[in-house]
């Protein structure tokens, strides 16, 4: 059982950054694959970014890359997602998830079993 608790959310103007972060209950850093997802009101939880449980291939989606940087520490149990250069269309609900770790680092949501509450964006044009 992985408990997962998400931080950093808020208000921001388009342009700027925000840094969110997850806490991992469990030793994560070794046997999970980590990710982020959002959802906007109205739509369908949606991939942002995943790591594998080495820190190694990261993955994201078409929509934020070169703008979000997935990241973690294993010795502190923690996965940050760094947002930079935030657009209006970046508000939503995210969430961090974790599930065992593979070769592959999957960007489907049902493939992940543990879900943290999730933490709010906001970026205002």
């Known amino acids: 059982q992985v408990q997962l608790v998400e931080s950093g959310g808020g208000l921001v103007q388009a342009g700027g950054s925000l840094r969110l972060s997850c806490a991992a209950s469990a030793r994560t850093g070794s046997v999970y694959n980590m990710g982020w997802f959002r959802q906007a009101p109205g739509k369908e939880r949606e991939f942002v970014a995943a790591?594998?449980?080495?820190?190694?291939?990261?993955r994201y989606a078409d929509s934020v890359k070169g703008r979000f940087t997935i990241s973690r520490d294993n010795a502190k149990n923690t996965v940050s997602l760094q947002m930079n250069s935030l657009k209006p269309e970046d508000t939503a609900v995210y969430y961090c998830?974790?599930?065992?770790?593979?070769?592959?680092?999957?960007?489907?949501?049902?493939?992940?079993?543990?879900w943290g509450q999730g933490t709010k964006v906001t970026v205002s044009s």
């Open positions: 998830a974790a599930r065992g770790a593979t070769l592959v680092v999957v960007t489907t949501p049902g493939s992940y079993n543990y």
């Open positions: 790591i594998s449980w080495s820190g190694g291939n990261p």
